[in-house]
Nanobody, 116 residues
Framework: VQLVESGGGLVQPGGPLRLSCTGS????????MSWYRQTPGKERELVAV????????NYADSVKGRFTISRHNAKNTVYLQMNSLKPEDTAVYYC??????????WGQGTQVTVSS
């Protein structure tokens, strides 16, 4: 089982960035997928989640209206479109796939830095 994030980097405040996470070794379409982020000294926090059935989404208050999570099951990929980025969005972003109990996988993380 593997989750591989990509798309991180340095972006100016107000700019956009799209993260991707591609899964392998499990039935991607049956998993709830989510994005988390973490900064040094802080706990990992949930950013956005998308269900396996129906594609319902939910967001942290801090990113509502700016970030959009989506999934393409045929490509085993979940995306996080981030717009109007702020310096406080700087973090390592992690992808997570979860189904029931005992099926819980994380990616290695990708750094996003918002700075001028």
């Amino acid at each position: 089982v593997q989750l591989v994030e990509s798309g991180g980097g340095l972006v100016q405040p107000g700019g956009p960035l799209r993260l991707s996470c591609t899964g392998s070794g499990f039935t991607f379409s049956t998993y709830e997928m989510s994005w988390y982020r973490q900064t040094p000294g802080k706990e990992r926090e949930l950013v956005a989640v998308i269900t396996s059935v129906g594609g319902r989404t939910n967001y942290a208050d801090s990113v509502k209206g700016r970030f959009t999570i989506s999934r393409h099951n045929a490509k085993n990929t979940v995306y996080l479109q981030m717009n109007s980025l702020k310096p406080e969005d700087t973090a390592v972003y992690y992808c997570r796939g979860r189904r029931g109990t005992g099926n819980d996988y994380w990616g290695q993380g990708t750094q996003v830095t918002v700075s001028s």
